[in-house]
């Protein structure tokens, strides 16, 4: 209780970058030498010490560490070492995946030490998650590469990657994540409502990024005022048409009731969604139905929303045309039977969804080796009900 009561005083006062230090007093009352926080970058590549850790802490890579191992699973991990071993703990702000937090310890925990120690890694995670703005200690940790400042825009508009509630669940997946500026997601969970959107801005950098901030807020403002999916639509479309004349943005809007599990939406310009289910894909629901944002004036009827009911289990991925767009050195595109076929098979092992996302960002930056051509974002629902 002791610790706890430490890391509490953060609340009231101090930085995230003060939590090291208080991290290591209170790591002797959890019956560990050492504790450290390991926040994942940007590329989801390496977990990194916060700033303000001792020098001797070091980084880790997602892939093939024990340290990783307990970030992509959201569970314990434990590697034994001459002096004892050291236990990594995933900090997860809800369902959001923040890094971990890396103990040292003697021996290996009792199953009641642990409990302590995960409810220790969630308070961190907490605090994290708060404490995160009233400094830059966070981004300066997550940050391998300068930051564009078309990202910089487009970032501090984004909500985090991963929430579920009752269970529903949605994550994203947005690269490249120093220079993007014409991708953007957002949503929100109101009632039995998940509201969705996936935009895709005509251009890139500044201009692209300025054209995605109008979008998106004006997005959050129709939805926030009530609007129906129709009414949003065509208020982001008249603003776009007013404020960047001949500039248009291709977007999904989407609305899933997660008391029932239907699911409306409208693709404005915007590649379909894939729908699977029961380990196979779904035929596609038509798109687009309309044309993009910004271009609604060139037709006279109304955009149509599509409608598909859901059922418990299923999963939909939205993608913007940078992820099936991707060629390989043949000129080969990567393809939506590809990313269908990649998604099932991530199910098919039992990978949790984030981490379905966060491997398939690197599959296609991969597949265009190192070097996207475009921005690739790419958006997953699942429900459960």
């Avoid at 994203?172 to 009632?191: I, K």
């Avoid at 004006?218 to 007013?242: C, E, M, P, Q």
């Avoid at 977007?251 to 997660?258: I, R, S």
Wanted: hydrophobic fraction near 45%; aromatic fraction near 6%.
């Amino acid at each position: 209780m002791e610790a706890v009561r430490r890391l509490l005083d953060l609340r009231h006062r101090g930085r995230a970058e003060d939590l090291p230090a208080v991290l290591a007093q209170a790591a002797p009352m959890l019956g560990a030498e050492t504790a450290a926080v390991l926040l994942i970058d940007y590329g989801q590549l390496d977990l990194c010490p916060l700033r303000g850790t001792d020098a001797g802490v070091e980084s880790w890579p997602v892939e093939g560490t024990p340290a990783g191992r307990a970030f992509t699973t959201a569970s314990d991990a434990w590697l034994a070492t001459d002096d004892g071993g050291r236990l990594w703990l995933p900090l997860l702000h809800g369902a959001e995946r923040l890094g971990v937090l890396e103990l040292g310890v003697k021996a290996y925990p009792s199953d009641e030490a642990r409990h302590d120690m995960n409810v220790i890694a969630a308070l961190v995670a907490e605090l994290i998650a708060s404490r995160r703005f009233y400094g830059d200690a966070v981004e300066h940790t997550r940050r391998r590469l300068p930051m564009q400042l078309a990202a910089e825009i487009i970032w501090n508009q984004l909500p985090p990657l991963t929430f579920a509630v009752d269970g529903t669940l949605v994550t994203a997946v947005l690269e490249p994540c120093y220079d993007v500026g014409g991708d953007a997601f957002d949503y929100a969970a109101n009632g039995d409502v998940l509201h969705v959107g996936l935009f895709d801005t005509v251009g890139h950098g500044i201009s692209a990024s300025a054209l995605t901030t109008l979008t998106l807020n004006t997005y959050r403002n129709a939805r926030r005022s009530g609007l129906s999916l129709v009414d949003t639509f065509r208020s982001i479309d008249k603003w776009i048409r007013a404020q960047y004349p001949g500039s248009f943005v291709t977007a999904l809007l989407a609305e899933l009731d997660t008391a029932t599990g239907r699911y409306r939406r409208i693709s404005a310009g915007h590649p379909a969604e894939l729908l699977l289910r029961g380990g196979r894909r779904i035929p596609s629901l038509p798109s687009p139905n309309t044309l993009p944002l910004g271009l609604e004036h060139m037709v006279t009827r109304p955009p149509a929303v599509v409608e598909e009911q859901l059922q418990p289990g299923d999963t939909l991925v939205l993608y913007t045309d940078g992820i099936t767009e991707a060629r390989d050195a043949s000129g080969t595109l990567f393809g939506p039977d590809r990313l269908a076929a990649f998604m099932l098979d991530a199910q098919a092992r039992g990978v949790s969804a984030a981490e379905m996302m966060r491997r398939l960002i690197h599959a296609i930056i991969s597949y265009e080796e190192g070097e996207l051509r475009d921005d690739a974002t790419a958006a997953m629902l699942q429900w459960r009900h």
